[in-house]
């Protein structure tokens, strides 16, 4: 079993990475053994394990620039660039039953992450922002609150919040609506 409270990193608090946990558990619950999920900016591995540790046999893309040492896991699939990257993209088997989003927190590239993504997560499958609810810690952080609140405007017929602690914000994605393809 995973220790996910003892991962390196400070970026993820408690309540967060039990957040992460259960949130995991719950899509094997909804979904099966079988699940899989996308962590976009893996840093230290924490999130990776926190989902590793609620969802052992999770199928894991842990998309990231530059990876740590720590990422050592025969479920883990690592995908090294950008999120926003066709090549990332294109490698991804669907449906993802969740997704983890804490990469670029630039305006640009928070709404390249979700307008992807949110595409490729299953009916009753779950997204999750980290860094949306503290925007004034950080310049770019106002930035993922933005592109968040932007995208979920849109999309509220299609997705409903989820509540979530500390600095996440999460919904699921409505039933019966189908994973759109990759444009």
């Known amino acids: 079993m995973i220790d996910h409270m003892r991962t390196r990193g400070t970026a993820l608090p408690k309540e967060e990475r039990t957040f992460l946990v259960e949130a995991a558990k719950g899509a094997v619950g909804l979904f099966g053994n079988s699940v899989r999920f996308v962590n976009i900016g893996v840093e230290y591995g924490a999130s990776v394990w926190c989902l590793l540790a609620g969802a052992p046999t999770a199928t894991l893309y842990a998309i990231d620039p530059q990876f740590s040492l720590l990422i050592g896991d025969p479920n883990i699939i690592r ?76 999309e509220r017929e299609s997705w409903k919040e989820v509540s979530a602690p500390g600095s996440l914000c999460a919904f699921r994605k409505r039933q019966h609506l189908p994973v759109r393809q990759i444009e």
């Not at 969740?98 to 009753?124: M, P, T």
Request: proline share 4%.
């Open 79 to 154: 995908l090294e660039g950008k999120s926003q990257s066709q090549k990332i993209l294109t490698q991804i088997c669907m449906p993802i039953h969740l997704c983890f989003i804490d990469g670029s927190h630039w305006l640009r590239s928070v709404r390249a992450d979700v307008r992807n993504f949110s595409k490729l997560v299953s009916s009753e499958g779950i997204l999750i922002f980290h860094d949306y609810h503290n925007p004034t810690d950080l310049p770019a952080r106002r930035e993922v609150k933005q592109a968040v609140d932007e995208w979920f405007k849109q």
